[in-house]
């Protein structure tokens, strides 16, 4: 039988799931409009990788994202909103570190940044309204917010004894110092050490590093310095530096508690717990946890310094959640969930349901302990935030409500049920909108990660769509009844990936894939055809790609470093269902985009291909590379090819020639995504989504144009920060845009024309 917490729990997040739904986050003027934005309810994150709780407010908290930024919760962690107002880069969204100011609970600071062709980017940016808008304050630093590093320590911390001083640490940029708050900042020393955690204790700074052992950094950099992992200590401001410690055989210190007066220190690394006693002249490892086992997490509580908490980041042996405990800073520890039970758990999306291995095996990140109840923990991993009142007897989900790792790759609507879209995700099943983009909630089959789906204009219950990871198994799924139940109708190799699916406009019962993959894998990458509503699939005539060993041609640029939405990533398609399109009025018209090297047309259904991409600006070297190849619904002939760096190009005659229509002066855009819609009476709504990217330093921006392309307008607002658009589908008679994001989740904008 259930507790009576746990039925409480139970009951309490019951209320909170009838109350879900989509968030306003602002309505603002730009140009000729008026513009609400709304996060829908599934609101967004990534790993998250960080918490921090308000010392004057216990219901205000903050976290950190991998690639979504900050978030904000004023009900004590039970719901959460994305927190990004004023950021420009999209790498802003990549926080490796947030601080709160121990003296002004509305001024925090944020470090954030990214790598992509071996490049770094880092910012450090200050709020003093709680996070609700960020201003610059440090550049050409470097943060690797999305990397193997992004769960160790915070990088900025505030000096409790001393009011306005708050250290820096970087990647390998040194340790930088402020006196102001964070206003403005000088450096200290310590370049080239590769920083995992920086912590203030009695007006001395510790700074813990990464060695050249550390083997996960990913395809960033060659920084070998023939250097060791170091614990640092400065009693001057950082004027002057000596080793603590140092270990040749730890390939990295990821995060320290430093307490009694710097007396007593505590350490994570690859393996186990480090305790000293003697203020960091030596350390043991901690003999009652797992030895074997990584430990990222390490925390102790505000109300009583004795107690402290670390998680396993794996699970060894049969604990389901490897969470432990200790009174006596750090020297016994203890289980404090050792028999975790389904009926423990509550209130957890259908996907993860009550599942304690799920809750223990997801990468526990971050354990902040409650600075008013000293039974309430906030626990952060890969799925979101659970929250426990009763040192880990319960735990409840909250349903991850604005709060998850979300991170879409593509985004449809029906097109005969105008109030129904889909949504391919990279790290879950297909989720599904009934009510215009408000809700989401995951299909009933749950075959995962589905990237790319298409619905049936023909048959209205159908739904196509695949399933599975970049270098795993692929699977082709067809559905009847809209998502209830699927049959798989096609396993593809592990080399291949379907970028896309599309109906065939004019004729009933086509469908067409785009496949990727190399010549050694099952299927030939290239355009495949079903005339069987997707039961069974050829490849007619030639493959387009023929000449091509491998479809991405540059694997490395366009799965590695340009598409993705972390450098070393390449299971994710980060904008499928773009390279594939048809003509809406001839039959047999079929449009293959690929990267680098063309767009390929077939005018007879795929039996002969041409590249007509010469005139376009395919440039590798420059990062102008095809985004998106989409014809116009409503007009015979007319396709548009969007460009990194390059903007939109537009032909009228099957692409026999082309001309640039956006941007028509010298400024660069990244043409990320393009939706065409009209209304019942032939208003048309032309959208053109933007995004920034490192190796594409162009202006975030979603522009629209009710004259057919003759005028633009941009209705974005950096107020919701520097969202990146994977896919925007627009539709004129709502008045409104949904585009769906990589971190942010699905946001719309509903536009109204000031008179």
Known sequence: MKSIVGIFLFLFCLQIDAQVSSVKLRTYQKGDYT????????????????????????????????????????DGGKSWTVKNGGLTKMSDHYCHSLAMDPFDNKRLLRASGDVRSFCFTGRI????????????????????????????????????????????????????????????????????????????????????????????????QDFK??????????????????????????????????????????????????????????????????????????????????????????????????????????????LISPNCRPEDLSCFPSWHGNNPRKLGDSRISHILPDNKNPDKLYISNWWGITITEDLGKHY???YFKGIGIICCESLF?????????????????????????????????????????CFSKHNPDLLLFAAGSKGGAIN??????????????????????????KEDPVVKGRFWAYIEGDTASLYQPGIYCSDDYGDTWTQNGVNPFGRLKTVPEDVFKIDRDLTPIVNYQHKNGCGTGQMLALDHFQQGVVYAGEWTTGIYRSMDGGQHWTNIGTELPFDKASNSVLQFVYTDPYRKGVVYAGFWN??????????????????????????????????????????????????????????????????????????????????????????????????????????????
């Open 396 to 398: 409840c989900g909250n």
């Open 225 to 334: 310095r023939n250097r060791k992992s170091c614990i640092y200590v400065s009693e001057d401001d950082g004027e002057n530096w000596k080793v603590l410690y140092e270990n040749e055989n730890l390939p990295a210190i990821y995060e320290m508690i430093v307490t009694d007066h710097g007396n007593t220190i505590l350490f994570t690394a690859q393996w186990g717990v480090y305790r000293s006693e003697n203020g960091g002249k030596s350390f043991d490892v901690v003999s009652d946890l797992p030895a074997k086992s990584t430990y990222r997490t390490l925390v102790q509580s505000d109300l009583d310094p004795s107690v402290c908490y670390t998680a396993e980041m794996i699970p060894s042996g049969d604990i389901d959640v490897p969470i432990y405990r200790s009174s006596d800073k750090g020297r016994t520890w203890h």
């Open 413 to 453: 609507q029906h097109p005969s049920r105008p109030n129904q879209l889909i949504a391919g995700i990279c790290d879950h099943a297909l989720l599904e909108s009934v009510d215009s983009g408000s809700t989401f909630n995951t299909i009933p089959v749950r075959y995962s990660p589905a990237r790319i789906a």
């Open 125 to 220: 940016h200050c709020s003093t309204d709680g996070g609700e808008t960020w201003f610059l304050v440090k550049d050409g630093l470097d943060y690797y917010g999305n990397g193997s590093t992004r769960m160790f320590g915070e990088l900025i911390a505030f000096n409790p004894d001393k009011k306005g001083e708050v250290a820096a640490g970087s990647f390998s940029k040194g340790i930088w110092l402020s006196h102001d708050g964070g206003e403005t900042w000088s450096c200290k020393g310590l370049e080239g050490e590769r920083m995992a955690a920086v912590e203030f204790c009695d007006n001395r700074i510790y700074v813990s590093t990464i060695s050249d052992g550390y083997n996960n950094l990913g395809l960033i």
């Open 476 to 501: 082709f799924c067809k559905s009847e009844d809209g998502g209830k139940t699927a049959k798989k109708v096609w396993e593809l190799g592990n080399g291949n990936f379907v970028q896309d699916i």
């Open 646 to 755: 390059q903007g939109v190009w537009k032909s009228n005659d099957f692409g026999a020639t082309w001309y640039s229509v956006f941007p028509r002066e010298k400024n660069k855009f990244n043409a990320s995504s393009m939706s065409i819609h009209r209304d019942e009476n032939k208003n048309e709504l032309m959208v053109l989504a933007c995004s920034n990217h490192s190796l594409g330093d162009t202006d975030t921006a979603l522009w629209i144009s009710e004259d057919n392309g003759r005028s633009w307008n941009n209705i974005y607002d950096f107020s919701i920060g520097c969202a990146r658009f994977l896919s925007v589908v627009a539709n004129a008679d709502q008045h409104r845009i949904y585009a769906a994001t990589a971190g942010n989740g699905v946001i719309y904008f509903d536009i109204l024309k000031n008179r």
């Open 35 to 74: 513009v609400s934005a709304y996060q829908s309810d599934m609101g967004g994150g990534g790993y998250i990788t960080g918490i921090l709780q308000d010392f004057r407010d216990s219901n205000v908290l903050y976290a950190r994202s991998d690639v979504a930024g900050v978030f904000k919760s004023t």
